[in-house]
């Protein structure tokens, strides 16, 4: 099984608006990234977490706080967004160490009024 | 800096042609990922190619990693509508060991019935 599981799956937000977004993986696996993606370009890295720290922020704005509460959930949450913030959100996972494949999400298509 | 650089970025066939679509570097990957990806979708992993010169096939697709891990290409024979969509090749940066991948500009595929 090499399923990534987001929610939700769409989301509009104003720009006051504070929520969530989850991501789950149960495949044991110790890496996990938020992407960014606008249409037709590819997926621009945002967060990564290697067992449950924090270890890239793609000098990503405050407004998109990321969190990794256990081995399996990645959160993100978000407040005071632009509209430009508007994009498909991803997850993706990885099993670490040697392994370089990322398994994604379906995403969170996200809309800020 | 490892760049991979796609071409073409767009491609529009009619069915039952075939196409290839090459992802290239100055850069030497351990690995290359490819990933067909659908409006609104996140990406879904077709392959992995490791070893330099292997040859990967999946049903129509034909997938080759260049003998010096630098290039691929993907190889789709008799095209059909479903084939339609963002196809992505991604390798590791070799300059991080957290698996941050490096992206191509994408392929986008129409497959015109």
């Known amino acids: 099984d090499t399923e990534v599981t987001q929610t939700p799956k769409h989301l509009v937000m104003g720009m006051t608006n504070k929520k969530s977004l989850k991501c789950e993986q149960h495949?044991?696996?110790?890496?996990m990234y938020w992407y960014k993606q606008k249409a037709k370009k590819p997926p621009e890295l945002m967060f990564v977490y290697s067992y449950e720290k924090l270890s890239i922020n793609e000098s990503v704005p405050s407004r998109f706080s990321p969190e990794c509460p256990n081995s399996s959930l990645l959160n993100l949450h978000l407040h005071a967004l632009q509209p430009e913030d508007s994009a498909l959100y991803l997850c993706?996972?990885?099993?670490?160490?040697?392994?370089?494949?990322?398994?994604f999400g379906p995403g969170t298509r996200l809309t800020v009024l | 800096t490892q760049l991979l650089e796609q071409s073409p970025q767009f491609l529009s066939i009619q069915e039952g042609e075939n196409l290839t679509v090459y992802c290239n570097s100055s850069?030497?990957?351990?690995?290359l990922q490819w990933y067909r990806q659908e409006p609104g979708e996140g990406p879904v992993l077709l392959v992995t190619v490791v070893t330099g010169g292997e040859v990967k096939k999946l049903k129509r697709l034909t997938f080759q990693f260049g003998d010096a891990r630098k290039d691929s290409s993907l190889h789709i024979t008799a095209a059909q509508p479903g084939d339609t969509g963002l196809y992505l090749c991604?390798?590791?940066?070799?300059?991080?060991?957290?698996?941050?991948?490096?992206f191509g500009q994408g392929t986008t595929l129409q497959v015109k019935p």
């Open positions: 993706a996972s990885r099993l670490a160490g040697d392994t370089d494949t990322q398994y």
């Open positions: 850069s030497v990957f351990s690995s």
């Open positions: 495949m044991g696996h110790r890496a």
């Open positions: 991604a390798g590791p940066d070799g300059s991080s060991n957290t698996g941050k991948l490096i």
